[in-house]
T-cell receptor, first 113, second 113 residues
Framework: KQEVTQIPAALSVPEGENLVLNCSFT??????LQWFRQDPGKGLTSLLL?????REQTSGRLNASLDKSSGRSTLYIAASQPGDSATYLC????????????FGQGTELSVKP | EAGVTQFPSHSVIEKGQTVTLRCDPI?????LYWYRRVMGKEIKFLLH????????ESGMPNNRFLAERTGGTYSTLKVQPAELEDSGVYFC???????????FGPGTRLTVT
């Protein structure tokens, strides 16, 4: 059974710091992995999607890596800003289970001015 | 282009009552997913429609939950009768095809008292 774990559960950093959020999954049989952002009271916004054949994806200050064999992904945020404060969620799409996504519990990030 | 919309944004009902949640996917998206997040837990998959057909309903918790998507457009999720443990945030997502980015709605917060 696929399980997704995110560490840490919460993180508080001063503005300007570079930071790394971690995601691990127990079964490497996945099609892809997505990182989402959720602001309070809002839906999920997709940040980056990495296909199983890819090693990383970049968008602006965000870089996500995927090591499928070890069951790990990281989301790197460069030069953090207060506007980056949100909950970050990692989700995998397992093989042979249709389109469902399996989520981690998320990391709540707070960037202090 | 309008995003995924959900109605209501918040519902408070008493145990034993019935509630119906609605989701309007992005126009043209054949795939529609329901997920929910209960307090302190990760977001979990409930079911997946392809047009009006249930592709995967393996995540539906019990027979008090009924999802429909008549005509392959909007979907409803009915909970009857509601129990305290049904409280949480119910998310809807849609995608054009399986395996590509899923676009999430803002969620419906359900509180059962």
């Amino acid at each position: 059974k696929q399980e997704v774990t995110q560490i840490p559960a919460a993180l508080s950093v001063p503005e300007g710091e570079n930071l790394v959020l971690n995601c691990s999954f127990t079964d490497s049989a996945i099609y892809n992995l997505q990182w989402f952002r959720q602001d309070p009271g809002k839906g999920l916004t997709s940040l980056l999607l990495i296909q199983s054949s890819q090693r990383e994806q970049t968008s602006g200050r965000l870089n996500a890596s995927l090591d499928k064999s070890s069951g790990r992904s990281t989301l790197y945020i460069a030069a953090s800003q207060p506007g980056d404060s949100a909950t970050y969620l990692c989700a995998v799409r397992p093989y042979n289970q249709g389109g469902k996504l399996i989520f981690g519990q998320g990391t709540e990030l707070s960037v202090k001015p | 282009e309008a995003g995924v919309t959900q109605f209501p944004s918040h519902s408070v009902i008493e145990k034993g009552q019935t509630v119906t949640l609605r989701c309007d996917p992005i126009s043209g998206h054949d795939n529609l997913y329901w997920y929910r997040r209960v307090m302190g837990k990760e977001i979990k998959f409930l079911l997946h429609f392809v047009k009006e057909s249930k592709q995967d309903e393996s995540g539906m918790p019990n027979n008090r939950f009924l999802a429909e998507r008549t005509g392959g457009t909007y979907s409803t999720l009915k909970v009857q009768p509601a129990e305290l443990e049904d409280s949480g945030v119910y998310f809807c997502a849609s995608s054009q095809v399986v395996g590509v980015q899923q676009y999430f709605g803002p969620g419906t917060r359900l509180t059962v008292t």
